[in-house]
Structures are given as structure tokens and as C-alpha cells.
T-cell receptor
Framework: DVKVTQSSRYLVKRTGEKVFLECVQD?????MFWYRQDPGLGLRLIYFSYDVKMKEKGDIPEGYSVSREKKERFSLILESASTNQTSMYLCASSPPRGGLETQYFGPGTRLLVL | GQQLNQSPQSMFIQEGEDVSMNCTSS?????WLWYKQDPGEGPVLLIALYKAGELTSNGRLTAQFGITRKDSFLNISASIPSDVGIYFC???????????FGKGTKLTVNP
């Protein structure tokens, strides 16, 4: 069974803190993605990675960075958290193209920045 | 870039009713995906469609890949309270590993 896990379901941080969100998948997928989800705005892609140490900016990368040191793990980093980064963060993974383009999602991390 | 327009934005229905929602685009898609997101959870894939005209069922759910390849429909028959959630359509962004998502249809089912 496909499994994407995220390190925390809920997180409360203070403005200016450095925040790490971790995502692990056990499907040996090449591609991994970070989205944020806000009411009325749907899912917006922050960053994605198509291989170890490879990353590409999504639609809203400002204020975020990522790290992919191992195939199964993709980390999202908020260098200096701000209140407008309060959101639901979703991680996903998928096999390479030709793998039916289906993305599998983790349960999400609800982040509150005070 | 490619965009998916999903409608309606929200639906309030009575248990037992049938539901229909759709997704349209000005661009052609070669794959259509339908996801459901339960409150407080991540989206889960319901149905994947890979051929124009394809009609696929998953229990009480039926989805169709439009002939023009610019739209898709999801129907839920005899709705039950656990159908509550947000339904997203999605399709691969041309030539990339990324998906384009609709903004979702929020479904509320009254018992």
C-alpha cells in the first residue's frame, strides 16, 4: 500500500522561527512535491523535486526552501516563519512520467504561525 | 499556464441524492484525475481517466473523460454522509511532472 507520511499533523511556531516540515514516502518514487492549501485558493505548488538533490520552484516558492538528500525524504524549510505562512501543507509523491502521473498525498501538516 | 475550472464551488444536498460536478479547461488534457479530501486529511485518488470518452466507476462514483479532452465529470449516486469533503480534479501540466488542480467542489451532505 502506498504510504506518504508527514512528521507532524499540527505545528505552532512563532514569527521568525526556522521551521522544518518533513515528508517521507516508501514507494521509491522519483518525484516529490510540497503544496500549501488555503481556503478559496486550492492547492498551490511550492517546490518539487524529481531526483535526489534536484529541486525546482513551483508557483509560490518565496519564503521557502527545500532539501532532498535521500530519495524517500523531502523537507520543506521556512527560513523565517511569518504569519502569512499559516496554512495546511501537503506533501505528495509520484513515479516518473510514464508512471500514470498519479500523485499520492500525505495527511498534511496544519501550521499556525503566531 | 493551464487552468482547471471546477464547478460548482460548493454543494449542499440531502442524503440519498445524486451529485454531479465538472471540470473544464481551455487546454487539452491527456489524463484526468479525481481526488477527494476528507476534512483535515490529504487528498486521496478516487478515479483516474486516461482515454477520451472513457467512463470509469468506483463504487457509487462514476467519472467521464470528455470527448474534447477539455473536460471531465464526476457523479456520485445515492450520497451518504461520509461523502462529505472537497473533490478536486487534476491533470498533468503539459510536458512536466507537475499536476494542475481545480479549486475544488466542497460537498456537504445533510442526513
Amino acid at each position: 500500500d502506498v504510504k506518504v507520511t508527514q512528521s507532524s499533523r499540527y505545528l505552532v511556531k512563532r514569527t521568525g522561527e526556522k521551521v522544518f516540515l518533513e515528508c517521507v514516502q516508501d514507494m521509491d518514487h522519483e518525484n516529490m512535491f510540497w503544496y500549501r492549501q488555503d481556503p478559496g485558493l486550492g492547492l498551490r505548488l511550492i517546490y518539487f523535486s524529481y531526483d535526489v538533490k534536484m529541486k525546482e520552484k513551483g508557483d509560490i516558492p518565496e519564503g521557502y526552501s527545500v532539501s532532498r538528500e535521500k530519495k524517500e525524504r523531502f523537507s520543506l524549510i521556512l527560513e523565517s516563519a511569518s504569519t502569512n505562512q499559516t496554512s495546511m501543507y501537503l506533501c505528495a509523491s509520484s513515479p516518473p512520467r510514464g508512471g500514470l502521473e498519479t500523485q499520492y498525498f500525505g495527511p498534511g501538516t496544519r501550521l499556525l504561525v503566531l | 499556464g493551464q487552468q482547471l475550472n471546477q464547478s460548482p464551488q460548493s454543494m449542499f444536498i440531502q442524503e440519498g441524492e445524486d451529485v454531479s460536478m465538472n471540470c473544464t479547461s481551455s487546454s487539452i488534457f491527456n489524463t484526468w484525475l479525481w481526488y477527494k479530501q476528507d476534512p483535515g486529511e490529504g487528498p486521496v485518488l478516487l478515479i483516474a481517466l486516461y482515454k477520451a470518452g472513457e467512463l470509469t466507476s468506483n463504487g457509487r462514483l462514476t467519472a467521464q473523460f470528455g470527448i474534447t479532452r477539455k473536460d471531465s465529470f464526476l457523479n456520485i449516486s445515492a450520497s451518504i454522509p461520509s461523502d462529505v469533503g472537497i473533490y478536486f480534479c487534476a491533470g498533468p501540466q503539459g510536458g512536466s511532472e507537475k499536476l494542475v488542480f481545480g479549486k475544488g467542489t466542497k460537498l456537504t451532505v445533510n442526513p
